[in-house]
T-cell receptor, first 114, second 112 residues
């Protein structure tokens, strides 16, 4: 089945220690999104890629970076995680980023910062 | 600016009872509206979406939603709730660049 895969499902890191979260997709979609979802809150878009074009949300901290080496993979890098970065990180894809398009979500990576 | 409001943070219903989850949106033009469901520890799954045509939209798992422009609402309904429907439900509006703007979510609990 075509799907969005996130690894790892759970990640524990130390305060200030860089961490990378991974997302891959077999849908061959052009757009990949990263959302941050804190406990009991709505998902909040951090950034997205349309193909290789990176689109950062205005209020995304510089501490968050992303890479998309090819169509299938996208990475979220947190350079110096703080306690406030503990959250569920959701990856999603859509075919072409149209307003009416469905986004397909992965299961998420839950990040714990000690 | 676009926004979505889900007035109910938490709702409890008995199994077999009907369900309605409220969603209000703020958007200048014709909105593209979505309902997603999130089971504990999982990602989001699309239940249904509306962007034109019939204002009553059918979705998966027996859910439906009705778009009411006059009330800026897109409420989700199900005639008979099952225990497996217990989850978090998010209403969202599609925005420029294909972004989704989510409401705060409504947590549904189902009593046996």
């Amino acid at each position: 089945d075509a799907m969005v895969i996130q690894n790892p499902r759970y990640q524990v890191t130390q305060f200030g220690k860089p961490v990378t979260l991974s997302c891959s997709q077999t849908l061959n979609h052009n757009v990949m999104y990263w959302y941050q979802q804190k406990s009991s809150q709505a998902p909040k878009l951090l950034f997205h890629y349309y193909d290789k074009d990176f689109n950062n949300e205005a209020d995304t901290p510089d501490n968050f970076q992303s890479r998309r080496p090819n169509t299938s993979f996208c990475f979220l890098d947190i350079r110096s995680p703080g306690l406030g970065d503990a959250a569920m990180y959701l990856c999603a894809t859509s075919r072409d980023g149209g307003v009416q398009e469905t986004q397909y979500f992965g299961p998420g990576t839950r990040l714990l910062v000690l | 600016a676009q926004s979505v409001t889900q007035p109910d943070i938490h709702i409890t219903v008995s199994e077999g009872a009907s369900l309605e989850l409220r969603c209000n949106y703020s958007y200048g033009a014709t909105p593209y509206l979505f309902w997603y469901v999130q089971s504990p520890g999982q990602g989001l799954q699309l239940l249904l979406k509306y962007f034109s045509g019939d204002t009553l939209v059918q979705g998966i798992k027996g859910f439906e939603a009705e778009f009411k422009r006059s009330q800026s609402s897109f409420n989700l309904r199900k005639p008979s709730v099952h225990w497996s429907d217990a989850a978090e439900y998010f209403c969202a509006v599609g925005a420029e660049g294909g972004k989704l703007i989510f409401g705060q979510g409504t947590e549904l609990s189902v009593k046996p």
